[in-house]
């Protein structure tokens, strides 16, 4: 009955939210169309990898996957890989904001990239911002009474989840974000942020297993390291991705890498390949 009390929040609630990913995907494939419609070529590698990021959403958002969230450790971890790394990967990888810049009138357009432009913009969406609002929320949720709070409290499991989301969205936009932007940090002080990424999401994922971390619950201790071990074993892959990710924007910008602040270079917008 214990167990049963700590995952008061009801899962029917999932049923709705898995509209969310579908108009997403609506949205996007509308914008997708417009330059096609224009004579302008949409790389339909990008469309996949968007389709795929929210169907991994849906899949995070589906009724079943919520259920073994709220009743085992090791769903809710399911839910933290999907939500928190692997479907920002794939919406990431499908350039949405360059999509959006070809689909805005030009005064929009101009207006949006003074907005990308701005001092606490900029500041938001360094890496090492990134990291901190990305990393350190897990180290928040899993070290302290939060997690226990967020099991009981509706509204704080949602702002949790909504959290994993948004920050791992920009945490992989930081790194490996395809997207034109102002002012982004060179590739190697991305690389060196995902290095320390890498080693800070493994570090927090054996101090899960080697002291029972998320505490006061009544999940058994075989339970937390199986959660443990599968953040541990799962962030690898999901970072392994991201590498691979930065990479390759890497090596295919490499000609124009003596401008990399440039966003009004055509040859270096994402989706025209």
């Given at each position: 009955m214990e167990h049963a009390a700590v995952h008061a929040p009801a899962h029917a609630d999932s049923v709705p939210a898995?509209?969310?990913?579908?108009?997403?995907?609506?949205?996007?494939?509308?914008?997708?169309?417009?330059?096609?419609?224009?004579?302008?070529?949409?790389?339909?590698w990008r469309t996949l990898s968007f389709a795929l990021g929210t169907a991994l959403l849906g899949l995070a958002l589906a009724p079943p996957v919520v259920a073994f969230a709220h009743a085992d450790l090791r769903g809710h971890m399911l839910q933290h890989l999907l939500l928190g790394m692997f479907v920002p990967l794939g919406l990431v990888l499908g350039a949405p904001g360059t999509l959006l810049l070809r689909t805005l009138p030009i005064r929009a357009t101009r207006i949006l990239l003074a907005f990308l432009d701005s001092r606490p913009l900029r500041t938001l969406i360094h890496p090492l911002t990134a990291l901190v609002l990305d990393i350190g929320g897990m180290y928040l949720l899993y070290l302290t009474p939060l997690?226990?709070?967020?099991?009981h409290d509706p509204l704080v499991h949602f702002l949790v989840h909504l959290h994993f989301l948004l920050s791992g969205y920009l945490f992989t936009w930081a790194i490996a974000g395809p997207d034109p932007t102002p002012h982004r940090p060179g590739p190697w002080l991305r690389l060196g942020v995902l290095f320390l990424g890498t080693a800070l999401h493994a570090t927090l994922g054996k101090l899960m297993y080697a002291y029972g971390f998320p505490r006061g619950t009544a999940h058994p201790p075989s339970e937390i390291r199986a959660a443990a071990q599968l953040m541990y074993y799962g962030g690898d892959v999901a970072e392994l991705l991201l590498a691979i990710a930065l990479f390759t924007l890497w090596f295919r910008r490499a000609p124009t890498r003596a401008f990399p602040g440039r966003i009004d270079d055509r040859h270096a917008l994402p989706g025209s390949d």
């Open positions: 898995l509209l969310f990913p579908a108009l997403l995907l609506g949205l996007y494939a509308f914008a997708a169309l417009r330059p096609r419609r224009a004579g302008r070529r949409w790389s339909p997690f226990v709070l967020s099991a």
